[in-house]
């Protein structure tokens, strides 16, 4: 019996942006210091075709912080499934802890969806989606109680390393944050695998820290769905972390995940990153 290709690219197509999705949502900030910027573009390939394409930027401020990316799908993927996606955060730094106040993200396809969420010292104030998808009598409920002491995703890409020691120290990586995304409410764990040096086509050069990620969804998910059960049981996936110039804060240079057909990969191909001077208070 035969096998026609079209369908099994389509559902590498998912899998794809499902298993990727749920890695790059990688661990809290703890606390931020100094200030830097980052300017980076992402390539995702699954099994080493590419698939989609994306632009990353972060400022680290004094007293705030912003995060932005954006995305298409590109090659095999924009075949079967073409489309575009974007997200963005934005919050305060109080005590040296990145405060997120509000979070955006959507995705365009045959049909667009927009999510908003307003936060609040950890705490989800208010959240959208946009249109209103129907209720799902599989789906488990996500209650008040679930949007306490959470991230939200793109803030949560962010990983803070505390006190003033080697920032790409095995230690690193031992951290767990809670995440909710608008629909899903997630725990992600890391811990330390190894040192490896990573090389962007333009940009960094150097070190980076790589931890294992382990993915636990809490509420807003369907158990059946073969996504979820996956990522629960994976425990191959790993992040290569590398500095933000300037600050203690350690971004996503590289995500793997491995899958039935081949390594989802979303690798940094431009990666510049600078330190800031602080800002000089005006005098009369």
């Not at 802890?97 to 969420?117: D, F, G, N």
């Not at 933000?244 to 989802?264: D, E, H, K, Q, S």
Request: aromatic share 8%.
């Amino acid at each position: 019996m035969t096998t026609s290709r079209a369908p099994l690219s389509r559902q590498a197509a998912f899998w794809l942006a499902g298993l990727c999705a749920g890695a790059l949502w990688a661990l809290a900030p703890q606390a931020a210091s100094a200030q830097g910027r980052l300017e980076a573009q992402y390539e995702a390939s699954l099994s080493g075709i590419p698939v989609g394409r994306g632009t990353w930027g972060i400022e680290i401020n004094e007293d705030s912080f912003s995060a932005s990316a954006q995305g298409a799908t590109a090659g095999l993927l924009k075949a079967f499934s073409g489309g575009t996606g974007s997200g963005s955060s934005q919050g305060r730094i109080v005590n040296g802890v990145l405060v997120p106040t509000s979070y955006t993200a959507t995705i365009s396809s045959k049909k667009s969806e927009t999510i908003r969420m307003v936060l609040a010292n950890g705490n989800i104030k208010e959240s959208v989606i946009e249109p209103e998808p129907p209720v799902d009598p599989d789906r488990i409920v996500v209650t008040e109680a679930h949007k306490k002491n959470v991230l939200d995703p793109m803030t949560g890409t962010l990983l803070r390393v505390p006190g003033t020691g080697d920032l790409l120290a095995p230690e690193s990586c031992r951290a767990a944050t809670s995440v909710f995304d608008g629909r899903l409410r997630y725990d992600l764990k890391l811990d330390y695998k190894r040192m490896e040096i990573v090389k962007a086509e333009k940009g960094y050069h150097g070190p980076a820290l790589v931890c294992a990620v382990y993915f636990t969804p809490v509420a807003g998910y369907i158990p059946d769905r073969p996504v979820i059960k996956y990522l629960q049981a994976e425990r191959r996936m790993e992040i290569s972390f590398v500095p933000i110039a300037g600050t203690r804060v350690l971004v996503p240079f590289r995500t793997t995940i491995p899958t039935p057909f081949g390594p989802a990969v979303l690798e940094a191909t431009h990666f510049h990153t600078v330190a800031t001077p602080p800002r000089v208070a005006k005098t009369q």
